[in-house]
């Protein structure tokens, strides 16, 4: 493959018919834009709507016009909120991605959605189209805490979006959490961790809050307003594993519990060095040597012929010392040879790594700071 930076150059790459077995589509749009929020996101407009779908397309013809083939075993559409699209437009943008993909060895296909977007006639669709799995983002069952969120939805909203994702056929859903929300206790958390285990999903997501740069979180925090507690999410974080574990969900990476068998095949793709083609604003693609991202701006996106706005070479070093961070988040771990037998040795010591077998991988001590950990290794 033969690549060159920037816009004007996109066209010139070449990937020499090389196989991607994972696709991930960025749709921005959403019904309200979340205070916490730092993903790449615009309040719905129907105005550009059609244009998007219809850029996103064009982008994909544009790949596969340069040789790349794709013959998917995971498709993830992530926002943003997928679902804030009306059924017809999903159904236009999938029956899209149809005509112009092999989909023979799919195995998994993830929309991400808010409950106050979801309806019986949608999750229908999406099932009858291919998708498999949906993952939902409740964050919480506490009004204030939602509140506090700024999401759109309720609680009872929530549970009954869930509700019609099982009685559409839906068989693999995921529940996205929260945890460290100013004003939290660790009570409120382990209620609901009970309240999202007696609906007996598949997986559930739990996230400690951050305060990530553009977003109002971030100035809030900045400002003084809103306090991080280090050792309140600590705790919260130990209650949520071992809450799950005795649920029977196996934490299979730092903020990812699946019942048997439901891991999340997509984005264990990522954390495990898989190769990746992204499309759509804002998404990024890591192929071979080359990771790039594309222009972070819908409008800009639509009218580019060539939307890559950033690139950047991958040396096997780079791409080892990823593989490294990134593996150590999950069960799996990395192999054994991979880490120098000192540092290795100095970690298991110290208590934050064990050896399985021929593998290396953290203990729970080491997952309370695995990205300080990640840091010795990129």
């Known amino acids: 493959m033969h690549f060159q930076n ?33 993903f790449y996101k615009e309040a719905s407009d129907r105005n ?3 244009a998007f779908l219809d850029a996103v397309l064009q982008e994909l013809d544009l790949r ?52 106050a977007t979801v309806s019986l006639e949608k999750a229908q669709l999406l099932l009858r189209l291919g998708v498999t799995r949906a993952s939902m983002g409740v964050q919480s069952w506490n009004p204030e805490i939602l509140t506090r969120l700024g999401r759109v939805h309720s609680a009872e909203q929530a549970k009954s979006s869930y509700t019609l994702l099982r009685e559409a056929g839906f068989t693999n859903i995921n529940l996205d959490l929260i945890f460290g929300v ?51 999410d600590a705790s919260f974080f130990e209650t949520t594993m071992a809450g799950l574990s005795q649920a029977g969900f196996q934490q299979y990476e730092i903020s990812n ?14 954390w495990l060095g898989r190769d990746y083609l992204g499309l759509g604003p804002s998404a990024f693609s890591t192929i071979l040597t080359e990771r790039w991202q594309n222009v972070s701006d819908t409008s800009r996106y639509i009218e580019s012929t060539s939307p890559v706005a950033f690139s950047e070479y991958l040396s096997p070093e780079t791409r080892k010392a990823e593989s490294i961070a990134f593996g150590l988040r999950t069960y799996y771990g990395v192999p054994s040879q991979q880490i120098e037998p000192e540092q290795a040795n100095t970690l298991i010591q110290e208590g934050y790594m ?25």
């Open 182 to 232: 100013p004003g939290q206790t660790v009570d409120v958390w382990h209620r609901t961790l009970e309240k999202t285990v007696s609906l007996n999903p598949q997986h559930i997501s739990a996230y400690c809050l951050t305060y990530e740069e553009d977003t109002e979180f971030f100035r809030r925090f900045q400002e003084g307003e809103l306090i991080q507690n280090t050792y309140q």
């Open 6 to 38: 920037g816009f004007d150059q996109d066209p010139l790459i070449r990937f020499d018919h090389y196989v991607i077995r994972h696709v991930y589509v960025h749709i921005p749009f959403c019904p309200k834009i979340c205070p916490y929020c730092s």
């Open 257 to 270: 519990y699946a019942k048997p068998g439901y891991e999340c095949r997509h984005n264990l793709a990522y």
């Open 354 to 378: 064990e050896r399985l077998e021929n593998r290396l991988r953290l203990t729970t001590r080491g997952k309370m700071v695995a990205d300080s950990i990640a840091e010795l290794f990129v």
């Open 48 to 50: 550009k709507t059609q």
């Open 64 to 115: 596969l016009n340069q040789g790349l083939i794709l013959r998917p075993e995971t498709v993830f559409f992530g926002g943003g909120t997928p679902t804030a699209l009306t059924a017809k437009q999903l159904e236009y943008l999938i029956l899209g991605l149809r005509a112009r993909i092999d989909f023979s060895d799919l195995d998994e296909w993830t929309i991400e959605m808010n409950p």
